[in-house]
């Protein structure tokens, strides 16, 4: 959920993003607190998706398909507030407590178990050899560790997918 820090995210890093963010490996921010950001964290995932989706020049079938369902997933559990705010007032912040709302996490356990198996496919087909070349092009003094961004999806994907 970092690239929404970056200028202009490359069309790698929102691929991977959100094949990570569908298999559950990267987790929405907020994801496993109570919070209302999480699902503002997904329409802003769906507007970057949306954004590459404009320009689909040179990209290819099964990626493009895969975003596509991904958007129309991501916008349902968009949709849906990921807490609810209740009448109880915090004396100490003077704001009201919220309440986690299950029907928000239920959609998305729904979409991941929908879509799951077709992002770890599109990762295999597209993005693993290249996973693979860098970890072995990395230098020593790394530890292991790839560069921000793509990369370091990619990598986090493919420990996360048992594919190193």
Avoid: C
């Avoid at 970057?48 to 079938?61: D, E, T």
């Avoid at 369902?69 to 004396?91: P, Q």
């Avoid at 599109?122 to 560069?147: I, R």
């Amino acid at each position: 959920m970092f690239s929404k820090f970056q200028a202009n995210p490359s069309a790698q890093t929102v691929i991977l993003e959100t094949i990570g963010v569908v298999t559950g490996i990267i987790r929405l921010g907020g994801e496993d607190d109570i919070s209302l950001e999480t699902s503002k964290n997904a329409s802003d995932m769906n507007g970057r998706i949306n954004a590459l989706l404009r320009k689909p020049q040179g990209m290819h079938a099964e990626i493009r398909e895969f975003l596509t369902d991904a958007r129309d997933a991501l916008s349902m559990v968009a949709a849906t507030r990921s807490a609810k705010r209740t009448d109880v007032i915090d004396f100490k912040t003077r704001q009201p407590w919220l309440q986690d709302n299950p029907v928000f996490h239920r959609k998305l356990e729904r979409m991941r178990s929908r879509l799951g198996a077709k992002a770890a496919e599109v990762f295999d087909n597209h993005f693993l050899s290249d996973t693979k070349e860098m970890l072995a092009s990395l230098p020593a003094q790394s530890n292991g560790q790839p560069p921000n961004g793509a990369p370091r999806y990619a990598m986090a994907i493919a420990k996360g997918l048992n594919r190193l």
